[in-house]
């Protein structure tokens, strides 16, 4: 065996022996955290320490937290998730999965473009559908992709010639992520309020949602706080997906009158905030 091959197996192992030695301290803690990066960016450590990152757009995000701009920042990641095709949910997809090795999940259209633009290898990708149950990081946490009303394409603007292309970005999707311990988090994606909304509440029953509430591409509001109180029905919602560009105009304080007298808890966060359940 040459140097630079048994140098390679040391490096390995050795990140390998630090992920599982990073697992097993979260694990004592008994606890899920969930940081929001920014628009739809979201980073999800389940109780035994696997990393789930939805939507990575952070470094050209305006309202990411500068200390979040360096990829690395994440520390491991097992799973990528990918909503739908936009630049603002894609943008650092390709450079976060080269980083950490991570599994690509996504709607099936979505996922297969992303494979044809070389952004993730077909070993690195899973291809899902509406309803569709997996699990990436082991058996005891399952994703669920479910509807999500919005448009997916991905544009890839060639920095030479400044032309842009556009290619199919299959149909867009939420996700529900299931934990060990049965606490489920929907992470609505980019959607507008459509009526099977009321179906997620009653069959999956998520205990915490992440909801946009920006308007213009997605729910406003008042959308949102109506899709809250009368068709989910969480224990806990976090309002995303606003403020980062102009048009979208709403704010957590509209969204929070709107909700009225309400049994769920709102948590009005801020880009680099971090909560524990």
Known sequence: MDFERRDFLKLTAGALTFSLAAEAAWAQTNKIEVHWLGQSTTKITTLTGKVIVIDPFMVNNPKTPPGWKNLDALGKVDVILVTHGHGDHTGDVAELQKRTGATVLGPAGLVSTMVDLGWITPEKAVRFGKGGKVQPAGPQITITQTRAEHSSEVTVTDPATKKSTTYPGGEPAGFIVEMENGFKLYHMGDTGIFGDMRL????????????????????????????????????????????????????????????????????????GDKLQF
């Open 200 to 271: 997620i509440g009653d069959y999956y029953k998520p205990d915490l949602i992440m909801i946009p509430i920006g308007g213009h591409f997605v729910m406003d509001p008042k959308d949102a706080a109506y899709a809250t109180k009368e068709m989910l029905k969480p224990k806990f919602a976090i309002p995303f997906h606003y403020g980062t560009f102009p048009v979208l105009k709403g704010t957590p304080q509209e969204y929070q009158a709107a909700l009225g007298q309400t049994t769920t808890q709102v948590f009005p966060i801020s880009p």
